[in-house]
């Protein structure tokens, strides 16, 4: 079985309060702890453990910067067998549907039996694994909690709906999933793991590389651009209580006497 | 020339969802002179009530009729919406579970742009669409444009429009199934199989009049033992955002938020929550939140009525012990 999933470095909003920069032009980037989006450690440790399973190999693959190379290396780490970051200034600027064509020309150069992403990134759209199926023209399933494969041509796969309800499919390969959070639990990567990938080299594919136009992704190739960032406009929002501790406490139960709140 | 906006209509035992009406709004939002059509797909008689339904709300109702589309997958759906649609048109979906699963893919095959999980619109100026998005959990909002010449696929976040309720349509349902299927259906390589029902847990938390909930905030296993305390000296019941249950901490039923759990109590705690739509969804019936995050500018404080900015780690336990000195 040949995995491939896509992994994106992103700022973790368990570790940093996300602010606006002054101009409004990017969020604050500086001592920003980033790391791999929490649904894709996921999809690598899903990955990892389909392969330990049924055999072959498990490949992740970073569209970004330089940078990007850091959470390549971290799964890895993790137990992935190869890494490719796809790099070039020309993929700056890209909207989903650039990313997914970026990836697209990647899985085109393999011979992926199943292709894996994270159900969301940073910025909650939701989308790069949906359009990369589209775009391959194979079957794709998102919020995938649940994998098993039926033989080497067919999965059965179960996918997280309403109400904590599953949906559950044949689906022939090769195919994209989207995963969703919890469907397993992901491993812990220790520094010593970091280290022993330390030095192994990452091959770097750029748009020449992929045979692609630069016109078409990036900036340029983007029909959805964002233009600013800002703070979300307070609306009637909470009444913050104030005080010290004590003098809070005093207001929190006889709020929560009048409301029911304490039986 | 006006506009055409189509509305994908979400429907369960012959019921439109929620969202049906949050469509009609976001499509007056995004253009008020724009002919509005809802799309409803689906097989038989429930199928006609969700038609019957929509054209109270919507100028014209396309109909999608298959025995193939009895449990409506996104696989099976999304070549027939390429058949049908125009190549130009705005289509709108909700930005939950199906939308995520049909829409990106269907941009694509449309060629049309893609605009995920709008909150709000802004006008169109030339071809393109401005709209609001939230990034980072919602920590930060971003006005985003969006080239609709060629068409745009956008899914809508659910609750951020309100429903309109005003009853314009004209009850006209046009049967487009002949078109849909042309061609035949598409070849199985996805089938569905069956829907496995969540498990129920020990408590159900849907029952509850208060409920004291944590969040990611908590920071360890161990940590959850103040909540129960606090629980207990509310007389309530304990529940979580997503994380506590990916963790394995709480059980799955535990989990309050549109793929756990929709609850509707009196009081409703969250502690170290930071109020992701996809967990704020979970919460009816208007319930008195109160909200405990470090971080003033936590997400949750806009739905909730009160809030206290301090470390929950710091301020559970000395809450509990007062309103246990309280009950004696
Ligand atoms: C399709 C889909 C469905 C989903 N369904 C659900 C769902 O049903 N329910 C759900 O909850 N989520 C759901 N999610 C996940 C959701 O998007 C968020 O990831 C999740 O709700 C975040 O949980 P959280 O608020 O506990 O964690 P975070 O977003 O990490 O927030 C933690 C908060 O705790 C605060 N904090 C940290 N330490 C402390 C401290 N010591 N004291 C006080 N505050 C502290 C932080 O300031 C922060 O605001 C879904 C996601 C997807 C993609
Ligand atoms: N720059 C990227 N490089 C590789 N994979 C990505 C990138 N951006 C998004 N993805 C993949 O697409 C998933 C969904 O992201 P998004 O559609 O941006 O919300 C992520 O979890 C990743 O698996």
Redesign the interface.
Known sequence: MEILVCIKRVPDTSENEIEVNRDGTDIERDDLVCSVNEWDNYAVEEAIQIRDRVGGSVTVVSVGDEEAEEVVRREMAMGADKGILLSDDAFEGSDGRGIAAILKAEVKRGNYDLVLTGAQADDGAAQVGGMLAAMLDWPFASLVNFIEFVDDKKIKVGREIAGGNQEMYEINLPSVLSIQTGINEPRYVSIRGIRKVASLEIPVHTAGNLGISPESVGEPGAKTKRLDYFMPEPGEGAEILEGSTDEIIDKLIELLKAKGGIK | MTRQVFAYIIHKDGVADDTALEMVAAAGKLDSDARVTAVVAGAGSKLDSVCNEAASSFAEVWKIDNPALAYV???VLRPMLVLILPKNGIILVP????G??????????LDA?????AVDFQGIDNGKL?AV???????????????ISEG?VITVRPGSFKADESKRGEGHVVDKTPEAIEGGLPAG???????????VGDVDITKS??LVSVG?GIEDEDNLEIIHELAE????DVSCS??I????WLE??R?VG?????VKP??Y?ALGI?GTFQHVGGLKGSP????INK???A?I??????????DIL??IP??TE??NE??G
């Open positions: 997958t996104s696989e930005h939950d579970h199906f995520m699963d049909l829409a990106p893919g269907l941009s694509i095959k742009a893609y605009l995920p999980d401005k998005r939230e990034e980072y959990t919602g920590q930060v909002s971003t006005h985003v444009l969006t080239d745009v390589s996805c089938r569905f199989l069956e829907i496995v029902e969540a498990e009049d208060i990611r000296a509310m007389g309530g997503r994380p249950v990916d963790a394995k799955k039923s989990q549109t793929s756990g759990q929709t009196k009081v705690m930071s008195f939140v109160i909200a971080s003033p500018r997400p404080f806009q739905v909730a009525d009160v809030g206290i900015v301090d710091d301020f000395e809450l007062r309103i309280l009950k």
